[in-house]
């Protein structure tokens, strides 16, 4: 199991990122996908889940603001993310469960003027 996050980057307060995070090794529709967050100093926490059927759910924190979305036919999860503030400030994870517990490596989202 792979999965490789991309997307972040340095945006100021009130504006966009949209994350994406490839899969492979697994079937990938068949399976729940998450992106997970760690700020600075903080744990990591779960953002955005999104099952196999498509239901999703949110960190009060972000709803209304995040969106989780997946495309099963490019294997492929995104978080589209507006109106940002500086405490969405941090490296974000995609995580699934498939025999385990699988991370793909971070990518960095920065919120700052």
């Known amino acids: 199991v792979q999965l490789q996050a991309s997307g972040g980057g340095l945006v100021q307060p009130g504006g966009s990122l949209r994350l994406s995070c490839s899969a492979s090794g697994f079937t990938f529709s068949d399976y729940a996908m998450s992106w997970y967050r760690q700020g600075p100093g903080k744990q990591r926490e779960l953002v955005a889940i999104i099952t196999s059927g498509d239901s999703t759910n949110y960190a009060g924190s972000v709803k209304g603001r995040f969106t989780i979305s997946r495309d099963n036919a490019k294997n492929t999860v995104y978080l589209q993310m507006d109106s940002l503030k500086a405490e969405d400030s941090a490296l974000y994870y995609c995580?699934?469960?498939?025999?385990?517990?699988?991370w793909g490596k971070g990518t960095l989202g920065t919120v700052s003027s």
């Open positions: 995580n699934t469960f498939y025999d385990k517990n699988y």
